[in-house]
């Protein structure tokens, strides 16, 4: 199943508007304020410390409680230090908080270049018990599609996992099939954006990072990236090929796995039909 999202189109409210009012449309049935108190004295002192950073330095752009929270949780390092939140903040684009299922239709399921490139898969979870999302970047063609194009199939992918209490604090995991791949689909500046946003661009958390697969010359792209990636991030990132995936994922893995890897059993476009279809099922739901 997908998570149910909280309405991006509602984290940022306008000025007259009650905040108080408005309620998560997450899966929970705990209201805000019960979430809240079941916060340790630490994590609530953090998101209290965020919201009044918020509201004294941009007085005039009312930020959802929720939406706060979601940065706290999602802080780069462990979750809820206030400051590598509030760098998160400062320096997000709010322009994501518009990103729908129904505008990036085109681009999430379509037969043209980026085929779909990026997208969430259902049932797949790390030996951790996270979930997880799956890239083939040998679709994307920098050439042939904007870096903001990819970036915000990126963005919209990782806030709507993340909309999900525990991704936030326990993580996300990403399966970057390589398959097909080649110097044709990678650009220096496309490669740093993307990266940006794996790690921390977005109040997201991702926690593996696993590239499958890669060509044997890999390794003059990985010296291109690594200076992308924290020392904390690069610990994260693990090569493999294909037969090592269940030292990283659960148990029976294949049978969630897309099939355009050898050992997948699910077919990829019914993957991404089903998650764009759902999405926008649930957006247009929203009030």
Same mark, same amino acid.
């Given at each position: ?16 508007? =009650?905040?108080?009012?408005?309620? %998560? ?29 918020? &509201? ?5 752009? /009312? ?15 462990? /979750? ?28 999430? &399921? ?20 996270? /979930?997880?999302?799956? #890239?083939?970047?040998?679709?994307? @063609? ?9 970036? %915000? ?20 995991? @990403?399966?970057?099939?390589? %398959? =097909? ?7 220096? =500046? ?6 940006? #946003? ?8 991702? %926690? ?19 200076? #992308?990636?924290?020392?904390? @991030? ?19 893995? &294949?049978?969630?796995?897309? =099939? ?22 649930? &957006?247009?739901?929203? /009030?």
């Amino acid at each position: 199943m997908f998570f149910i999202p909280t309405s991006a189109l509602s984290l940022l409210q306008p000025e007259d508007e =009650d905040l108080s009012q408005v309620v %998560d449309g997450s899966e929970s049935h705990q209201s805000f304020e019960d979430i809240l108190e079941c916060l340790k004295n630490s994590e609530y002192s953090c998101f209290c410390k965020l919201k009044k950073d918020w &509201e004294d330095t941009f007085p005039n752009r /009312p930020l959802k409680d929720e939406m706060i929270l979601r940065f706290a949780r999602c802080s780069p390092g462990p /979750p809820f230090d206030s400051q590598s939140a509030w760098k998160v903040m400062k320096k997000y684009d709010w322009r994501y908080t518009t990103l729908t299922a129904k505008g990036l239709k085109s681009q999430l &399921e379509t037969k043209i270049p980026p085929l779909q490139t990026l997208f969430p898969v259902p049932g797949l979870r790390t030996i951790k018990d996270q /979930p997880v999302f799956y #890239m083939k970047p040998a679709r994307y @063609f920098p050439k042939e599609t904007s870096t903001e194009t990819i970036t %915000d199939n990126l963005a919209y992918v990782l806030q709507t996992m993340s909309e999900d209490d525990l991704a936030c604090t326990d993580g996300i995991g @990403f399966v970057a099939n390589m %398959d =097909d791949w080649h110097m044709k689909n990678f650009n220096k =500046d496309y490669c740093f954006e993307f990266m940006k #946003m794996l790690q921390g661009s977005v109040p997201s958390r991702v %926690d593996m990072f696993l590239i499958v697969n890669p060509p044997t010359w890999f390794n003059t792209i990985w010296k291109v990236m690594k200076p #992308m990636l924290s020392d904390e @991030f690069q610990r994260k990132v693990r090569i493999i090929s294909e037969k090592k995936l269940g030292k990283y994922l659960q148990k029976g893995f &294949e049978a969630y796995l897309p =099939d355009e890897l050898a050992i997948g059993k699910v077919s990829t476009d019914s993957i991404v039909q089903e998650f764009v279809d759902s999405r926008i099922r649930i &957006e247009e739901a929203l /009030p």
